[in-house]
T-cell receptor
Framework: AAGVIQSPRHLIKEKRETATLKCYPIPRHDTVYWYQQGPGQDPQFLISFYEKMQSDKGSIPDRFSAQQFSDYHSELNMSSLELGDSALYFC???????????????FGPGTRLLVL | AQSVTQLGSHVSVSEGALVLLRCNYSSSVPPYLFWYVQYPNQGLQLLLKYTSAATLVKGINGFEAEFKKSETSFHLTKPSAHMSDAAEYFCAVSGGRDTGRRALTFGSGTRLQVQP
């Protein structure tokens, strides 16, 4: 079965640079979530989109922005990168219009970002 | 606000022994509860979920969990541990459809070690 695709899988950036992470949800899924997992930490919710509109916002820094496109893929844009942004960034998708199954989020393999 | 507390950051069991990973939740609304497993350098895989149906939930790989409202608990169990169960386990909660807050709040994780 098709899974959530994230690219790139690994990314190395310098401080103050920008980065763009991409997420391709499972086909027919209409909702995308972004999470950040620091070293040895639990995942923290950043932001989510439903039908291309922002549906919820968590602890996303102002330096970060995201959007969901007409094909439902999403991009997380990160500017003025800091050392503390080094983390694993997960994207998850769900089918919100699908009743109880909508509560299941399927996670991608993550993008590991290292800021030097 | 919702939160989960996982008791024990590390649990070690012998192969064939019972696995018990503890999770307590706090929620002002009926919660939706999840257990995810994370293998090293991989994404999060859903083990099982509780979305207000049966209180005893069976998941993949022989795991199950019981929702106990009186104890605000959702402990994960497996009768007989296998070496391949060694991983990080995360309990998570969401507000679900009733609140519109579907973002997951994770516990701090429990690392399960299985000794031969």
């Amino acid at each position: 079965a098709a899974g959530v695709i994230q690219s790139p899988r690994h990314l190395i950036k310098e401080k103050r640079e920008t980065a763009t992470l991409k997420c391709y949800p499972i086909p027919r899924h209409d909702t995308v979530y972004w999470y950040q997992q620091g070293p040895g930490q639990d995942p923290q919710f950043l932001i989510s989109f439903y039908e291309k509109m922002q549906s919820d916002k968590g602890s996303i820094p102002d330096r970060f922005s995201a959007q969901q496109f007409s094909d439902y893929h999403s991009e997380l844009n990160m500017s003025s990168l800091e050392l503390g942004d080094s983390a694993l960034y997960f994207c998850a998708s769900s089918f919100t219009a699908g009743g109880p199954s909508a509560e299941t989020q399927y996670f991608g393999p993550g993008t590991r970002l290292l800021v030097l | 606000a919702q939160s989960v507390t996982q008791l024990g950051s590390h649990v070690s069991v012998s192969e064939g022994a019972l696995v018990l990973l503890r999770c307590n939740y706090s929620s002002s609304v009926p919660p939706y509860l999840f257990w995810y497993v994370q293998y090293p350098n991989q994404g999060l895989q859903l083990l099982l979920k509780y979305t207000s149906a049966a209180t005893l939930v069976k998941g993949i790989n022989g795991f199950e969990a019981e929702f106990k409202k009186s104890e605000t608990s959702f402990h994960l169990t497996k009768p007989s541990a296998h070496m391949s169960d060694a991983a990080e386990y995360f309990c998570a909660v969401s507000g679900g459809r009733d609140t519109g807050r579907r973002a997951l709040t994770f516990g701090s994780g429990t690392r399960l070690q299985v000794q031969p």
